[in-house]
C-alpha cells in the first residue's frame, strides 16, 4: 500500500502548544501521528487543507479543532491531486501566481487594494482588531513600551513618596468604584518629563503622570486627568494607533514570511507614544469617559474643565520652535473640549 508522509506540528484544539507530528496518508485514510502515538485516523476527505500562498505554511483542519502544519507545500499539493481532494483547486491558484502575466496584471488592482485599505479599511480594521486584541497580549505590548520610555522619556520623579501613595490610593479606589475599567489591571507611574505637564496611558493599563502635572493641578483635577486617561485604556485607543502605525511593517513581514519580527510591535508601540496623537474622536471619547466617572463619583466636572485650562496655558508658554512634545501635541485641546465639562457641570449642579 502507498504511503505519503508528511512531517509538520500539530496544535491541539484552541492552543499554540505545538508538537511535532506526522500526517501519514495511505490511499483515502490518513492517520495523524504525534510522539509514535497514533491520535486520529479517519477519512481524508473529513480534512480542510488551507490555500497554497507562496511558501506559507500551510494547515490541515480536523473536525475536533486540532490543527496540523507543515512548510511540506509540495507533498500537500500531490496528496491533494491523488486523492482528488475537493481543496484541490488552491493548487490551480498557485499556479496562476506563478505566471507572469497574469502576476503584472494584478500589481495594478494590488496597488489600488492597498491604497483602498490604507484609506478606508485600515481605520475600521484596526480599530476592530483593537477591540480583538487580548488584554493579556495588550499588557506584553506595555511592558517593553514602558520600559522603553522610562529610559528615554522620563527621569525619576521628584513629587514625595507621601503624595504619590496618596495620589496611587485615589487611583485604585475609584478604579474599585468604576463598574467597567475593559478588564485591565492599572499601575500609576510618576516620572519628571524635562518639566513638562504630561500624563499618558499605555494600552496595557499603565498610566504615567509627570511631576509638573502633578504640581499644577489640585487633587480633583488630577484625578479628571486620570479617568480621562482610563478613559484611553478601557476604548483601546492607544492599541488602535498601534495597531494603524505598524500594520504595514507587519504586512512587509508577513510578506516575507518572517514572522519572528513581529515582537517589534513593543518598539512599535513606545513609538507611537513618541511621535503620534490621538484622533480627535478618540479624545472626545475618552472626556466623555472621564466626565462620566466624574458624575458617577460625584465629582463635579468642572475640574476636568479647570485641569484643560491648566495644561493648555502651560502649552501657550512653550515656544512654537520648541519641540519638546508637551501636552497638547498628544491631547489636542480645544475650546469646545472645555466648554463640553462646563456644560455637563451646569447640568451635575441642577441634578
Ligand atoms: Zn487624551
Redesign the pocket.
Known amino acids: 500500500m502507498q504511503q505519503t508522509t508528511v512531517t509538520g506540528y500539530c496544535y491541539p484544539p484552541g492552543s499554540s502548544n505545538r508538537k511535532s507530528a506526522e500526517l501519514c496518508i495511505y490511499e483515502n485514510t490518513y492517520e495523524l501521528v504525534v510522539d509514535e502515538r497514533i491520535v486520529k485516523s479517519g477519512d481524508i476527505h473529513s480534512l480542510k487543507f488551507s490555500d497554497r500562498i507562496g511558501s506559507i505554511n500551510r494547515k490541515v483542519f480536523f473536525d475536533s479543532g486540532t490543527q496540523f502544519e507543515t512548510p511540506d507545500n509540495e507533498s500537500i499539493d500531490l496528496l491533494l491531486a491523488n486523492t482528488q481532494h475537493k481543496n484541490n483547486s488552491s493548487t490551480k491558484v498557485n499556479k496562476l501566481e506563478s505566471s507572469w502575466t497574469i502576476a503584472i496584471a494584478s500589481i495594478a488592482c494590488t496597488a489600488l487594494l492597498v491604497f483602498g485599505f490604507f484609506k478606508f479599511g485600515l481605520p475600521a480594521a484596526a480599530n476592530y482588531a483593537a477591540h480583538k486584541i487580548p488584554v493579556s497580549a495588550s499588557e506584553k505590548l506595555s511592558e517593553g513600551a514602558l520600559d522603553i520610555l522610562s529610559k528615554f522619556l522620563f527621569t525619576e520623579s521628584k513629587i514625595s513618596k507621601a503624595k504619590q501613595e496618596a495620589i496611587t490610593g485615589r487611583f485604585n479606589h475609584y478604579l474599585s468604584a468604576i463598574p467597567d475599567t475593559g478588564g485591565f489591571s492599572y499601575t500609576l507611574h510618576f516620572g519628571n518629563m524635562n518639566g513638562i505637564a504630561n500624563a499618558f496611558a499605555l494600552p496595557g493599563g499603565d498610566i504615567v503622570v509627570t511631576d509638573a502635572l502633578v504640581n499644577m493641578t489640585t487633587d480633583k483635577e488630577l484625578d479628571s486627568v486620570l479617568f ?2 482610563i478613559g ?1 485604556v478601557v476604548e483601546r485607543h492607544g492599541l488602535e494607533g498601534v495597531i494603524k502605525g505598524t500594520t504595514m511593517a507587519v504586512l512587509v513581514t508577513i510578506a516575507l514570511g518572517d514572522l519572528s519580527t513581529i515582537a517589534e510591535l513593543t518598539t512599535g508601540t513606545a513609538t507611537f507614544f513618541l511621535q503620534s496623537s ?1 484622533t480627535r474622536a478618540a ?1 472626545s471619547e ?1 472626556d466623555d469617559y472621564s466626565l462620566s466617572q466624574m458624575e458617577r463619583l460625584n465629582i463635579d466636572p468642572i475640574h476636568f474643565a479647570n485641569a484643560m485650562r491648566k495644561i493648555s496655558s502651560q502649552s501657550g508658554r512653550i515656544p512654537k520652535d520648541d519641540d519638546r512634545k508637551e501636552y497638547l501635541s ?2 489636542p485641546s480645544s475650546a469646545s473640549r472645555i466648554e463640553k465639562a462646563i456644560q455637563r457641570s451646569e447640568a451635575y449642579n441642577q441634578r
Open positions: 480621562h486617561e484611553h490621538y479624545e475618552a498628544t491631547h
